[in-house]
């Protein structure tokens, strides 16, 4: 099933950023997107993702275009489909990290999936407060949060940026589990080119242009 459908997208800043872009994502999938820093892959996943308007072309997200919709469906979409993962975790400091979790099930009328906790390895501190955990361990919290709305698409923007490997790869592994199981879709921007290849597809953002890699220069 076709996920997202992306065609001839172009946007700019200051300078453009890239043109005639053309992206799909498929149920059970899972992509990477690797380019040098200021290519504009961040762009680009706001774009994918409902959160930026390209200036030119069209994202059609499960079957419907996003310019026809409107914006209490952009929002429902955004609430109970999609799922955001950023580099820097935005839990809320002064709760437990459960209670970061429960927080995201309840507005998207989801529950829990406590095998995460394993997963993730963070069953023993999910009672501590979230300002007493480290950062790595806060961002494995902050993508038990995401994962509990058992979103259909995930959008991932440097997850493991401030990971060390072993536990970088333990969340791609959990990551592409759940893409796997629920037959979701997962996007991940990274520069890490290990993470990178862990994806079922690479792309890379350069010139302007999104093309399929089949390898990646160490």
Known sequence: MQLIKAKNLYHSFDY?????????????????????????KSTLLNILSSFLVPIKGEVTLFNHRLDKLNEL???????????????????????????????????????????????LEIASLINQKTSELSGGQQQRVSIARVLSKKPKIIFADEPTGNLDKETANLV?????????????????????????????????LENKSLKEVTSLER
């Open 73 to 119: 469906d952009i929002d429902k979409m955004r609430r109970f489909d999609l799922g955001m993962i950023f580099q820097f975790h935005h839990l809320f400091k002064g709760m437990k990290a459960i209670e970061n979790i429960e927080i995201a099930t309840i507005l998207s009328n989801s529950t829990i999936d406590m095998t995460l906790f394993d997963r």
């Open 172 to 204: 791609m592994n959990v990551l592409k589990d759940y893409v796997k199981k629920e037959n979701a879709g997962l996007i991940v921007v990274t520069h890490d080119k290990d993470v990178a290849k862990m994806c079922d597809k690479i792309f890379e």
């Open 16 to 40: 453009p950023l890239f043109e005639d872009v053309n992206f799909e994502l498929n149920s059970s999938e899972s992509i990477a997107i690797v380019g040098k820093s200021g290519s504009g």
